[in-house]
């Protein structure tokens, strides 16, 4: 396989808004199972020093999910609602529960690009430029490119 673009992550300058893209040797079907699929998203999601255990899943329009990160024993919570599920678009919100008032709005597109090929964006929408610069500094693209790369990894073993 040859190797992947990593994830493109950029600041709006007008917006307190985060976009990712990232381009997969995958089809747009094996792509939205992962996100989908509680089993196979706990397998891959985040930083590799961290194990995820999923509370909560309901992956269709109107459901929820809530899982935990765990490390060395420590347990960081996450949540949110399934706002729309489709095929080529999910639309949720994500919480920290560290943070509660930060709740953001996020967009994920699986563009099929041809050839076993896709191209995954995503949009964060957060309510204050603070909040998003906040994320960006937290180190976040870490656990994107760690998650990302497992998620590769998964594809090319067939799990996905």
Same mark, same amino acid.
């Given at each position: 396989?040859?190797?992947?673009?990593?994830?493109? #992550?950029?600041?709006?300058?007008?917006?307190?808004?985060?976009?990712?893209?990232?381009?997969?040797?995958?089809?747009?079907? $094996?792509?939205?199972?992962?996100? &989908?699929?509680?089993?196979?998203?706990?397998? %891959? +999601?985040?930083?590799?020093?961290?194990? &995820?255990? #999923?509370?909560?899943?309901?992956?269709?329009? *109107?459901?929820? %999910?809530?899982?935990?990160? +765990?490390?060395?024993?420590?347990?960081?919570?996450?949540?949110?609602?399934?706002?729309?599920?489709?095929?080529?678009?999910?639309? $949720? &919100?994500?919480?920290?529960?560290?943070?509660?008032?930060?709740?953001?709005?996020?967009?994920? %597109?699986?563009?099929? /690009?041809?050839?076993?090929? &896709?191209? /995954?964006?995503? $949009?964060?929408?957060?309510?204050?430029?603070?909040?998003?610069?906040? %994320?960006?500094?937290?180190?976040?693209?870490? *656990? +994107?490119?760690?998650?990302?790369?497992?998620?590769?990894?998964? #594809? #090319?073993?067939?799990?996905?």
């Amino acid at each position: 396989m040859d190797r992947i673009t990593e994830t493109a #992550i950029e600041a709006d300058p007008r917006l307190p808004v985060i976009r990712m893209s990232r381009d997969f040797a995958a089809r747009p079907e $094996q792509l939205f199972r992962a996100h &989908t699929d509680p089993a196979l998203f706990a397998r %891959w +999601v985040g930083p590799d020093a961290m194990a &995820t255990r #999923i509370e909560h899943w309901d992956a269709s329009t *109107g459901g929820s %999910w809530r899982y935990a990160s +765990v490390h060395d024993g420590t347990e960081y919570w996450f949540r949110g609602c399934f706002h729309e599920v489709r095929p080529d678009r999910i639309v $949720q &919100t994500f919480t920290f529960e560290g943070e509660p008032d930060g709740v953001a709005l996020e967009t994920l %597109w699986f563009e099929d /690009l041809g050839d076993g090929r &896709t191209r /995954l964006r995503t $949009q964060s929408l957060v309510d204050s430029f603070e909040g998003r610069d906040a %994320w960006l500094r937290s180190g976040m693209e870490v *656990g +994107v490119n760690e998650g990302y790369a497992k998620l590769e990894r998964m #594809i #090319i073993d067939g799990a996905v």
